[in-house]
């Protein structure tokens, strides 16, 4: 980033800011997805079938929690939109993740489970949205894919750090040591994202506003998608990586602890979440960096078909160390996933104000794929094997993989004559962004 200043004039942020914003992608890691795949290797390996909890009803409350959330997507994405205040909604969001994480430990009945994750759930709906807007408002267009790929680094990072604590903890003190981890990282997280000064986040920007344009606040979600339909398609695509995606870690921490037992499953998928977080980092950076070069499609196109790869490999051996190994594959199909998909949300709503509830809308059906990836999985496992869940969900990435690389336009650079804008009406716009034109 060699110049100091944008197409506007506006100078680059302090160093201390973006300083503050790698440590908040950092600390929130862990928070900002509950206990993930902890919450099925807690369930089966403390609770067990002899309080009721299987591959099916764990896979049950993960699916109530991911439709919580999902509900909540396109609203929050809204409220991010309009709120002047994107620290306090941070804040707000890490406690009750925490809070309704910290609960679990004293509640086995099903109705309680599910309604805790619930809350976590709806809770976590706000940190991608939210992180991506307080980024954009930061940073401005100019530096926004870089300075994404830069935030998905620092998250995968802290998501390593983390199941390395987790992981050499737990086994000592066993699976209840991740819930202390999580009440730690949300006090150091909250305490950096105040350390980020107000003033740094330009709100207009924040909503995908270009300069001296005004927002157009009455929409939904839904109409968002519908009048955009290189956005509806890239919905239903984003839905489909985590129909895929979303289940295989949670089956393989259910698959490790029948193979190794509940005293070493937890530190065990610890290793793997570790090994595919570290290849992440570097994957994440490397798409921020060349994501205007070499174009967003095909780098998805990678991701789709590693994730088929992947889960057709988890078939092949149950060894634990083939499992992890594995898993590290999952680094490259979720960081370039997690780097590119606020870049295309940004590419099809520039000029709208609609970024953060596009988001949202998109991230709703994202989020019904990875609740439905959980029981789809779960009812595959209890009725043939895992062998035939893993296969199931690569052939869904490689069906994906064919309607992206068939349908889906490249989107640097997008236009309203390329794309209806969500429903604002047109907005002038250069043929080419400076950013796509400068990647040329």
Same mark, same amino acid.
């Given at each position: 980033m060699p110049d100091r200043v944008d197409e506007a004039g506006r100078?680059?942020?302090?160093?201390?800011?973006?300083?503050g914003l790698d440590a908040l992608n950092f600390f929130l890691a862990d928070v900002r997805d509950g206990l993930g795949p902890y919450l099925a290797i807690y369930l089966l390996a403390v609770r067990g079938p002899d309080q009721g909890w299987n591959e099916a009803t764990i896979g049950l409350v993960i699916t109530i929690s991911g439709i919580a959330g999902l509900v909540a997507q396109t609203p929050i994405g809204a409220v991010i939109d309009r709120s002047r205040h994107k620290r306090a909604v941070i804040v707000a969001a890490a406690l009750a993740v925490?809070?309704?994480?910290?609960?679990?430990?004293?509640?086995?009945?099903?109705?309680?489970?599910?309604?805790?994750?619930?809350l976590a759930g709806i809770a976590g709906a706000v940190f991608p949205p939210a992180l991506a807007?307080?980024?954009l408002g930061i940073v401005g267009p100019r530096w926004?894919?870089?300075?994404?790929g830069r935030n998905e680094g620092f998250n995968h990072a802290g998501n390593a750090a983390s199941a390395v604590i987790a992981g050499a903890s737990a086994y000592v003190f066993g699976p209840i040591v991740v819930f202390w981890l999580m009440a730690v990282l949300a006090a150091a997280s909250i305490a950096v994202m105040l350390l980020i000064p107000a003033e740094a986040i330009d709100d207009d920007l924040a909503r995908g506003l270009e300069h001296d344009e005004k927002a157009v606040d009455s929409t939904s979600g839904l109409s968002v998608l519908l009048r955009n339909r290189t956005l509806l398609l890239f919905a239903g695509?984003?839905?489909?990586?985590?129909?895929?995606?979303?289940?295989?870690?949670? %089956?393989?921490?259910q698959l490790l602890t029948k193979i190794s037992g509940k005293d070493h499953a937890t530190s065990l998928i610890a290793v793997c979440i570790v090994a595919a977080q570290c290849v992440m980092v570097p994957v994440a950076i490397f798409v921020g960096r060349r994501a205007d070069a070499?174009?967003?499609?095909?780098?998805?196109?990678?991701?789709?078909?590693?994730?088929?790869?992947?889960g057709v490999l988890y078939t092949l051996a149950d060894n634990p160390f083939w499992l992890v190994a594995v898993q590290c594959l999952d680094g490259i199909g979720a960081g370039i996933y997690g780097a590119l998909f606020p870049v295309v949300v940004a590419d099809l709503t520039r000029g709208t104000g609609r970024f953060n509830v596009a988001q949202g809308a998109v991230a709703t059906a994202q989020g019904i794929?990875?609740?439905?990836?959980?029981?789809?999985?779960?009812?595959?496992?209890?009725?043939?094997?895992? %062998?035939?869940?893993?296969?199931?969900?690569?052939?869904?990435s490689a069906a994906a993989?064919?309607?992206?690389?068939?349908?889906?336009?490249?989107?640097?650079g997008f236009t309203p004559a390329e794309a209806d804008d969500g429903g604002a009406g047109p907005i002038p716009m250069p043929e080419r962004s400076p950013v796509a034109a400068r990647a040329r």
């Amino acid at each position: 980033m060699p110049d100091r200043v944008d197409e506007a004039g506006r100078p680059r942020p302090a160093a201390r800011t973006l300083r503050g914003l790698d440590a908040l992608n950092f600390f929130l890691a862990d928070v900002r997805d509950g206990l993930g795949p902890y919450l099925a290797i807690y369930l089966l390996a403390v609770r067990g079938p002899d309080q009721g909890w299987n591959e099916a009803t764990i896979g049950l409350v993960i699916t109530i929690s991911g439709i919580a959330g999902l509900v909540a997507q396109t609203p929050i994405g809204a409220v991010i939109d309009r709120s002047r205040h994107k620290r306090a909604v941070i804040v707000a969001a890490a406690l009750a993740v925490t809070l309704s994480c910290l609960a679990l430990p004293f509640v086995s009945n099903f109705y309680l489970v599910a309604a805790t994750q619930s809350l976590a759930g709806i809770a976590g709906a706000v940190f991608p949205p939210a992180l991506a807007a307080i980024t954009l408002g930061i940073v401005g267009p100019r530096w926004f894919s870089r300075q994404i790929g830069r935030n998905e680094g620092f998250n995968h990072a802290g998501n390593a750090a983390s199941a390395v604590i987790a992981g050499a903890s737990a086994y000592v003190f066993g699976p209840i040591v991740v819930f202390w981890l999580m009440a730690v990282l949300a006090a150091a997280s909250i305490a950096v994202m105040l350390l980020i000064p107000a003033e740094a986040i330009d709100d207009d920007l924040a909503r995908g506003l270009e300069h001296d344009e005004k927002a157009v606040d009455s929409t939904s979600g839904l109409s968002v998608l519908l009048r955009n339909r290189t956005l509806l398609l890239f919905a239903g695509l984003c839905a489909a990586f985590h129909l895929a995606n979303a289940a295989m870690l949670p %089956s393989v921490g259910q698959l490790l602890t029948k193979i190794s037992g509940k005293d070493h499953a937890t530190s065990l998928i610890a290793v793997c979440i570790v090994a595919a977080q570290c290849v992440m980092v570097p994957v994440a950076i490397f798409v921020g960096r060349r994501a205007d070069a070499i174009g967003r499609k095909p780098i998805f196109l990678v991701a789709f078909g590693v994730l088929a790869l992947r889960g057709v490999l988890y078939t092949l051996a149950d060894n634990p160390f083939w499992l992890v190994a594995v898993q590290c594959l999952d680094g490259i199909g979720a960081g370039i996933y997690g780097a590119l998909f606020p870049v295309v949300v940004a590419d099809l709503t520039r000029g709208t104000g609609r970024f953060n509830v596009a988001q949202g809308a998109v991230a709703t059906a994202q989020g019904i794929g990875a609740a439905l990836s959980a029981s789809l999985a779960g009812l595959i496992i209890v009725g043939a094997s895992f %062998s035939a869940a893993f296969l199931a969900l690569a052939a869904i990435s490689a069906a994906a993989f064919l309607v992206y690389w068939l349908a889906m336009p490249e989107t640097s650079g997008f236009t309203p004559a390329e794309a209806d804008d969500g429903g604002a009406g047109p907005i002038p716009m250069p043929e080419r962004s400076p950013v796509a034109a400068r990647a040329r």
